[in-house]
């Protein structure tokens, strides 16, 4: 979906121009630019809108995977989605190698990469 949505609005650009172009090349007159100018600006401004929200997929789609396999490497046990800054730190540990705060059920230092044992 997402470089569906990119490629659609990179065409509802390119599509508008050219119709701008040909509409006020075959017209010969310059205040025809005029009349056109409100729908060409929407329609660029459309697709632009249309490839960044596909390009956002994309990275949302690459924030979902990173976030899966820190659970994946870190375990299961250490992703919990409701928690806050406090509660959080008040269950961390510096890791031996880099002295990084970590959470204390952590596996692995997510810094470093050093197994905790």
Same mark, same amino acid.
């Given at each position: 979906m997402d470089k569906f949505l990119e490629i659609a609005g990179i065409l509802t650009v390119l599509l508008a121009l050219l119709a701008a %172009?040909?509409?006020v090349g075959s017209s010969g007159n310059a205040t025809t630019l005029l009349f056109i100018l409100p729908w060409v600006?929407?329609?660029?401004?459309g697709g632009v809108v249309l490839a960044a929200f596909g390009s956002m997929l994309t990275q949302l789609k690459a924030i979902r995977i990173a976030v899966?396999?820190?659970? %994946?490497?870190n375990g299961a046990a250490s992703y919990r989605p409701n928690e806050t800054s406090s509660t959080l730190l008040a269950h961390m540990k510096k890791c031996r190698e880099c002295a990084s705060p970590i959470? $204390?059920? $952590?596996?692995v230092c997510s810094y470093c990469g050093a197994k905790q044992t």
């Open positions: %172009l040909i509409i600006v929407t329609s660029v401004i899966e396999t820190q659970v %994946l490497r959470r $204390a059920d $952590a596996n």
